[in-house]
């Protein structure tokens, strides 16, 4: 009988995020608590990034974070060593675990599905109980995670323990275009890569029809493309072009180094944002107008003083007021949504009381709300 499993657990990265920040505070805030909260094994294929939010939630909230790669341990990590004595065999416990019984943190046992039994076995005590026998008890402060890839994924994965997985609250983590464009502008990742996977979504994760063996598009690959973009700069276009497939494959490679001809636009978006006698030039294809509207919405807050983020915003405005209403309003939400897409009332304030706003909302407006009621 095939396996069906159920998503009406699927979260993006924002609500794991979210769900595990309320699990670290709840236990800060009632450490007797931390063996009733329940621990998360997070479910989902490779390059989601999975542990790099949980190494996140623990940045955010200034606590440590312990990264267990299980399948690159042995069973005497997790236990401890035996150690023969003149009274019997002492264990040494790994000095990874935490020990200062005031501390906070999240431990992730991560690559769980692909270790195996001994290694889960070893794991089972120190995730059901928090506890290794009499040696070690796991500080109250200290939230436990686990994650790892599912079987259909082709990534190696065996299946866990029935009673070590109903110990865990499971959530499968999915791609979202969305939640992924939300993190990347707030995380230097460039206009170009931003603006092909809004234009082209299906390419932020894809698995089918590509060779897993090597390179292929997702989350965590157009991050590195990003990168290495960074790092190569203006060198050699073959050498970019074989870098790039080499993240994330032929197919997408393609397509993306198709699109990054228009990134010669971006210089003069910044030009037409910032010199207001410089012609606003606004073409036809959509491909090229996603492009500008990136670019737009990456330049606009990246002002070095205020004189120039003012500069900015009355370029985007003047911008804005050539665009068809579904592109100016794209920009115009891009431009306010921070962090875990909520709107950011800083940069609200700054537009909506900008003296060109009555004017946009004259043209725009209507297209706005349509968007707000959906």
């Known amino acids: 009988m095939e ?63 312990i990264d267990v790669r299980l399948a690159q341990r042995e069973p005497v990590d997790i236990r401890g060593l035996p ?76 299946t866990i323990s029935s009673a070590l997985a109903n110990r865990f609250m499971h959530l499968e983590l999915g791609e979202d275009v969305e939640s992924w464009l939300s993190w990347a502008r707030s995380h230097e990742i460039r206009p170009e890569v931003m603006a092909f996977i809004r234009f082209s979504p299906q390419t932020l994760f894809r698995q089918k029809n590509e060779n897993l063996e090597r390179g292929w598009p997702s989350p965590r690959a157009w991050e590195r493309v ?21 993240l994330v494959g032929n197919r997408a490679g393609v397509e993306f180094m198709e699109f990054r ?5 971006f210089g003069d978006v910044r030009m037409m944002m910032t010199n207001p006698k410089a012609p606003v030039v606004i073409p036809e294809r959509a491909d090229t107008r996603y492009a500008i509207v ?12 205020k004189s120039e983020e003012a500069t900015l915003i009355d370029g985007f405005y003047r911008l804005c007021m050539k665009l068809p209403s579904d592109f100016a309003t794209m920009a115009m939400m891009d431009a306010i949504i921070g962090e875990a897409q909520k709107p950011d009332k800083l940069k609200m304030e700054k537009l909506f009381q900008h003296k060109s706003f009555k004017e946009w909302s004259a043209k725009h407006g209507k297209e706005l709300r349509k968007r707000i009621k959906l």
């Open 3 to 65: 396996e069906v499993i159920d998503m009406h657990n699927r979260v993006n990265g924002f609500e794991l995020k979210h769900l595990v920040s309320r699990n670290v505070e709840a236990i800060a805030e009632h450490p007797e608590t931390a063996g009733l909260i329940p621990p998360i094994m997070v479910w989902g294929a490779p390059g989601l990034g999975k542990s790099s939010i949980l190494r996140q939630v623990a940045k955010d909230l200034g606590v440590g974070f």
């Open 83 to 158: 150690v023969p004595g003149e009274d019997g065999v002492k264990w040494l416990v790994s000095s990874d675990w935490p020990r200062d019984m005031n501390s906070r943190g999240i431990i992730l046992f991560d690559e769980i599905t692909a270790a195996d039994r001994s290694l889960q076995v070893a794991a089972y005590e120190f995730i059901l109980d928090r506890r290794l026998g009499e040696l070690y008890t796991v500080p109250n402060g200290w939230y436990i995670c686990a994650a790892g890839n599912r079987t259909e994924d082709r990534a190696v994965a065996t």
């Open 226 to 246: 990003s990168r290495m973009l960074d790092i190569l700069k203006d060198d050699d276009e073959s050498l970019i072009r074989k870098t790039v497939y080499g």
């Open 261 to 265: 001809k228009l990134s010669a636009s």
């Open 294 to 305: 990136t670019a737009m919405t990456y330049f606009l807050w990246r002002g070095r003083d």
